[in-house]
């Protein structure tokens, strides 16, 4: 893809993700133009393709990825959807970025990176998008400074204001705690080697059963510990944060920027209502970064690997909260396509 030329983006899923993408790629992002929408809901797809300049519009992602005017896909439908479409965007050799997880299981995402591997190009970015966060890379940049000496313990927090019912525990790990999975491994640069998921149940819409507060325990395989507390119902906001804890200090993420506002012998901070409010700007980040990736060679963000390793630890964490013990994550032989696995710098 030449340099100057405006790529043609097709978004899959026009819900709440795909939308954002779309008027990203229309109103925000250089050298990339929204070509083709596909959703099964034709009206919503329609809609999306009026708003956002005049794309093609589609009811089968399929149709949409192997359409000869789009040149890259962005996968936002159910997870279910993730692999398979992205199989069909490999066969079809189009880059895509397809939103998290990679896949509904660690079974269906080896066989994405079996099919990249085969091809021997990487044509997959996952869309892990904590990674392009300025609160999360300001802490990634400072322990890579050496300024807290080597990591000892990461500690993740995620949690959402509220969510509807229909959700079950594992769900929380593969939709939700994904994103720290990730995390984890980005700011260690090790591999997850055992997880110990505890749960309560507090809130009884969801069934007594759900885990909808989940506390997950860690080792890597460098000896090094973490924790991550998964919340859906917080109540109060959406928040994530980190902290990593160093061989001579700790460096902890800072809220996002906002005003403190001080009133009635009270300071206060506005707390976002969701990830795409709170997660703006690492979207937009995110999708401008790779559409230039793909002038310049093709991406560099996180890959298919990422999303099959943080997938293999899910189903640890799975088999923990199901078992209720620990246990311990399946050790990996690495594709050369992927390097080291664990990638270093972005
Ligand atoms: C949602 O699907 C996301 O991807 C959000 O980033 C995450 O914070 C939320 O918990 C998930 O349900």
Known sequence: MGKSEQIAVGVIGTGGMGGMHAENLHTRVANARLAAVSDVDAERAGKIAEQYGSAAVFTDGAELIRDENVEAVVVASPDATHAPLVLECLKAEKPVLCEKPLADSAEAALEVVEAEAKLGRKLVQVGFMRRYDPQHVAVK?????????????????????????????????????????????????????????????????????????????????????????????????????????????????????????????????????????????????????????????????????????????????????????????ARLDVPALYGEGVEVAR
């Open 141 to 329: 940049e400072a322990v890579e400074s050496g300024a807290v000496g080597a990591p000892v313990v990461f500690k993740g927090w995620h949690r959402n204001a509220d969510l509807d019912p229909g959700i079950d525990s594992e769900w929380v790990v593969i939709n939700a705690t994904i994103h720290d999975i990730d995390s984890a491994r980005w700011f260690i640069e090790e591999e997850i080697e055992e997880v110990y998921v505890r749960g309560m149940n507090t809130a009884p819409k969801f069934g007594e059963d759900v885990w909808d507060v989940q506390l997950i325990q860690f080792s890597t395989t460098g000896g090094r510990m973490g924790s991550i507390e998964t919340n859906v119902v917080a109540g109060y906001g959406y928040e994530v944060g980190v902290e990593v804890v160093g061989e001579s200090g700790v460096v902890r993420s800072a809220p996002p920027a906002g005003a403190v506002v001080r009133r009635d012998y009270a300071a206060s901070q506005r707390i976002e209502n969701g990830w795409l409010d709170r997660f703006h700007t690492a979207y937009v980040i995110e999708i401008q970064r790779w559409i230039s990736s793909l002038q310049n060679g093709g991406p560099t963000g996180p890959d298919a690997w990422d999303g099959y390793a943080s997938l293999v630890v899910a189903d640890a964490c799975i088999a923990s909260l199901r078992s209720r013990s620990p246990q311990k994550v």
